[in-house]
């Protein structure tokens, strides 16, 4: 892990809306694939990736930028030993929060209101911020 790098996880509704070229939020995926920002995931998360882009455009299109994920080395794969099941609202959304967690992210970024409880859980603390600061924070000249 390099000390100057963020390490982040995102919510698969961020990954998606981060992959058109002509998205405003392009800037997010470009950093991952210029290897700007660290990218934690789970076997979980790289699958649920795959799944919802391939609903939204087909299995070659998803399967090519789950393998190309896979293959960046700022995407990190983590093997979560630990559920803390902090989110109960959405049980699913709780994988992204044992990979920040067991990942040692800086940030997750998702703009799912069932992350809010998080904001009133003292420990583990989790840093939440939507996809606009997100961006925001990516574009602030370094």
Do not use: C
Request: glycine share 2%; proline share 4%.
């Amino acid at each position: 892990m390099r000390s100057d790098i963020i390490r982040v996880v995102l919510d698969t509704n961020v990954l998606l809306v981060s992959i058109p070229s002509h998205s405003k939020y392009r800037p997010i995926f470009n950093a991952i694939l210029n290897g700007k920002i660290e990218l934690i995931i789970s076997n979980d998360i790289i699958n649920e990736y795959v799944e919802i882009i391939e609903r939204k455009t087909n299995g070659y299109v998803a399967n090519n930028i789950g393998e190309t994920l896979l293959n960046l080395d700022n995407v990190i794969p983590i093997d979560v030993r630990f559920n803390w099941n902090l989110i109960e609202s959405d049980k699913e959304d709780n994988k992204f929060v044992d990979v920040y967690i067991a990942g040692n992210a800086s940030i997750l970024v998702t703009n799912d209101r069932h992350f809010e409880i998080l904001k009133q859980i003292n420990f583990p603390e989790v840093i939440i911020m939507d996809i606009e600061k997100f961006l925001e924070f990516l574009l602030i000249p370094k």
